[in-house]
């Protein structure tokens, strides 16, 4: 059963999603070599020897090989996973990294959705949160890019243009920024701006006076 079978663990983050995805791929790998076997197997039943007769033992010997190849493959890549999962543990990047996943989906919702419209937010609330799960682009641009540029990033990945007036707020608010989760160099990313002819109520802002001519 693949990793990401089990109740314990499911795709909540991209690290986990392509773990899951390997192992899934390797399992189809192993299924098809296996099948492959049988098939050589009964192939080699109903071909009579001779000169011309292919080398079923050397087919069989590789297919064989690549199973073990294949198994080994899945225990290195659950166990590395496992490590990888507790070192973002006890680092606290795991938590920083969700936190930051969490504050661009509301980012995101408050710039694509009307707030009376329950139904959409939801929607789109939902659609954002897998995309940062299943994009591993979008997992890395969200350490890399600025908020207002993540925040077009992931409108675009999902076909909802943001609204030019509305203010959502920065990915990285409450959440601070160390050198143990390799964003050190990185400076922290400030609120999502207002639109330039927006005040913070959501009203135009005024006019600055004339000078005076006399």
Same mark, same amino acid.
């Given at each position: 059963?693949?990793?990401?079978?089990?109740?314990?663990?499911?795709?909540?983050?991209?690290?986990?999603?392509?773990?899951?995805?390997?192992?899934?791929?390797? %399992?189809?790998?192993?299924?098809?070599?296996?099948?492959?076997?049988?098939?050589?197997?009964?192939?080699? +039943?109903?071909?009579?020897?001779?000169?011309?007769?292919?080398?079923?033992?050397?087919?069989?010997? %590789?297919?064989?090989?690549?199973?073990?190849?294949?198994?080994?493959?899945?225990?290195?890549?659950?166990?590395?996973?496992?490590?990888?999962?507790?070192?973002?543990?006890?680092?606290?990047?795991?938590?920083?990294?969700?936190?930051?996943?969490?504050?661009?989906?509301?980012?995101?919702?408050?710039?694509?959705?009307?707030?009376?419209?329950?139904? +959409?937010?939801?929607?789109? %609330?939902?659609?954002? %949160?897998?995309?940062?799960?299943? +994009?591993?682009?979008?997992?890395?641009?969200?350490?890399?890019?600025?908020?207002?540029?993540?925040?077009?990033?992931?409108?675009?990945?999902?076909?909802?243009?943001?609204?030019?007036?509305?203010?959502?707020?920065?990915?990285?608010?409450?959440?601070?920024?160390?050198?143990?989760?390799?964003?050190?160099?990185?400076?922290?990313?400030?609120?999502?701006?207002?639109?330039?002819?927006?005040?913070?109520?959501?009203?135009?802002?005024?006019?600055?006076?004339?000078?005076?001519?006399?």
């Amino acid at each position: 059963m693949s990793m990401a079978q089990t109740d314990e663990i499911k795709p909540t983050d991209s690290d986990m999603h392509w773990t899951g995805w390997a192992l899934d791929a390797l %399992r189809e790998l192993v299924q098809s070599d296996l099948r492959t076997k049988r098939m050589i197997e009964r192939q080699q +039943d109903r071909t009579p020897a001779g000169r011309d007769t292919p080398d079923f033992g050397l087919t069989q010997s %590789r297919l064989s090989r690549s199973v073990r190849l294949s198994l080994a493959m899945t225990e290195r890549i659950r166990t590395d996973y496992l490590m990888r999962r507790e070192k973002r543990k006890a680092s606290g990047e795991q938590e920083r990294r969700r936190q930051r996943r969490e504050q661009a989906a509301e980012a995101v919702v408050q710039a694509v959705t009307r707030p009376d419209d329950a139904d +959409d937010i939801e929607r789109v %609330r939902k659609l954002v %949160r897998e995309r940062l799960v299943e +994009d591993e682009i979008l997992d890395v641009q969200i350490d890399t890019l600025s908020p207002e540029e993540f925040l077009q990033a992931v409108c675009r990945k999902i076909g909802r243009p943001p609204h030019p007036i509305r203010q959502p707020q920065g990915c990285d608010d409450g959440v601070e920024a160390t050198a143990d989760d390799g964003l050190a160099d990185r400076e922290p990313a400030e609120d999502w701006p207002l639109a330039p002819d927006e005040s913070s109520a959501g009203r135009p802002l005024s006019k600055p006076p004339k000078p005076d001519s006399s």
